[in-house]
């Protein structure tokens, strides 16, 4: 090999089958395997993260297929750039065949014009489109083209995939220079990637160039960041500080405070935590610890949640810290969470209580002449849509399993439940 070539590049994928992390595409059932068996190819859009491998599918794409590769930047390429290689793919077709493939690295950064100007050539099939791009293509790609293209989601790297690369990394790295470095740990380059794949092989062979003239040392955290001069809190994803921060980040929202929240909120997120955990986790903290006592918090936090899937990094952190703020300073009440464990407490020791004969459902005659459903009365023809029915077995009759809280919401509900019931709860 080379050594003047940069790593990464040298140690570019030529196959499907040596692409990581992508394997719902790659693998031996991914569609874009079976795309390329089949001689299927269409115009596609590769949607994922920086470093996930958009431009190397092409590329394989491209080879595979036994077509001609046009690239173009829509950082720097206009409406002009693209007329000249779609004339050019024309002429091309013609000889070959097979239309050449018009690849369009962060092609969300085209505007209307510039996009529609692909249109045609599409619809025509002088050319098959592969866009990349890490935004969603849904909002930056005009509808019209999108319909014309499928679109693939490439996933971010794994902190598994993360660590393997590191091997490669390293391994290839000894074969280019004979040397024998040896990296005995891997979070600071893994952290430093924030799941590049491009960015983890470049700072493996940054690090280990500053200390080639050693030849054989052992690459540890304090030396990563001591070439990489980066102030970074490092945050095993998979260990016990993973688990320990997470704990810290929910129990400071349900303590009510937003700035310890936030803090943790931010570790998490230096660290490359998963942000669909992060939203998960608040889902749960709105219904386990604030309930009924701010019911809109569920709301929010589903919300937050159907957000970052829709946005991303980087600017899903200030949607995570809206949301974590907003929990942290909720009113607090865990009044449904104790009433549910209660009751599945309740029914593990009293098995399957028999549904008494007036909630049954009575589908048949012979259902009624059994006295199913007998005695009901609907709620809502009885003043206030109230009506004093028992609706647990006869059994565990008057079992209360849910305590309102002790917040205005559910003191209401108190009231409410007094009224009702007459003091039965």
């Known amino acids: 090999m080379n050594s003047n070539i940069p790593l990464a590049e040298q140690m570019r994928p030529k196959t499907l089958d040596e692409v990581l992390g992508q394997e719902h595409l790659t693998g031996k059932n991914g569609t874009v395997r079976k795309m390329l068996e089949n001689d299927t190819l269409t115009s596609l859009i590769f949607w994922g993260p920086p470093g996930t491998g958009k431009t190397t599918l092409a590329e394989i794409i491209s080879e595979q297929s036994g077509r001609k590769f046009f690239k173009l930047s829509a950082v720097s390429s206009g409406v002009k750039d693209v007329r000249e290689v779609i004339d050019t793919a024309k002429q091309q077709n013609l000889f070959s065949g097979k239309s050449p493939i018009l690849f369009i690295d962060e092609i969300h950064r085209f505007n209307k014009s510039q996009q529609d100007s692909l249109l045609h050539a599409v619809e025509k099939g002088w050319i098959v489109l592969i866009g990349a791009t890490t935004e969603n293509p849904s909002f930056e790609v005009v509808s019209a083209l999108l319909s014309r293209s499928q679109v693939y989601v490439l996933k971010a790297l794994s902190f598994e995939k993360l660590e393997e690369l590191t091997e490669l990394s390293l ?42 003239s050693l030849k054989n040392t052992a690459i540890t955290n304090a030396k990563v960041l001591e070439v990489l001069q980066e102030n970074m809190a490092l945050y095993d994803k998979n260990g016990e500080q993973h688990y320990d921060i997470i704990s810290a980040f929910i129990k400071s929202m349900r303590g009510s405070d937003p700035n310890a929240a936030v803090y943790w909120l931010a570790r998490m997120l230096a660290g490359g935590e998963d942000i669909k955990f992060i939203a998960r986790r608040m889902l749960i903290l709105a219904s386990e610890d604030i309930g009924l006592a701010n019911p809109n918090a569920l709301a929010v936090a589903n919300s937050c949640f159907q957000a970052v899937n829709v946005i991303g990094n980087p600017e899903s952190r200030i949607i995570l810290s809206q949301t974590a703020v907003y929990l942290a300073v909720s009113p607090k009440s865990n009044s449904t969470y104790t009433a549910i464990n209660e009751a599945m407490a309740f029914v593990k020791k009293t098995g399957n209580l028999p549904v008494p004969l007036h909630l049954r459902n009575a589908p048949t005659k012979l259902m009624k002449d059994m006295d199913y459903g007998k005695d009901y009365a609907y709620a809502h023809s009885h003043e206030g849509n109230f009506v004093n029915l028992e609706f647990l077995p006869d059994e565990i009759a008057g079992t209360a399993f849910y305590s309102p809280g002790n917040n205005s919401t559910e003191n209401k509900i108190r009231d409410e439940l007094a009224k009702k019931w007459k003091g039965k709860y």
Request: a neutral charge.
């Open 171 to 212: 391994n290839n790295y000894n074969s280019i220079h004979g040397t024998d470095f040896k990296i005995t740990e891997k979070e600071a380059f893994i952290q430093y990637s924030g799941g590049d794949a491009r960015k983890l092989i470049n700072a493996v062979e940054n690090v280990l160039n500053n200390f080639k």
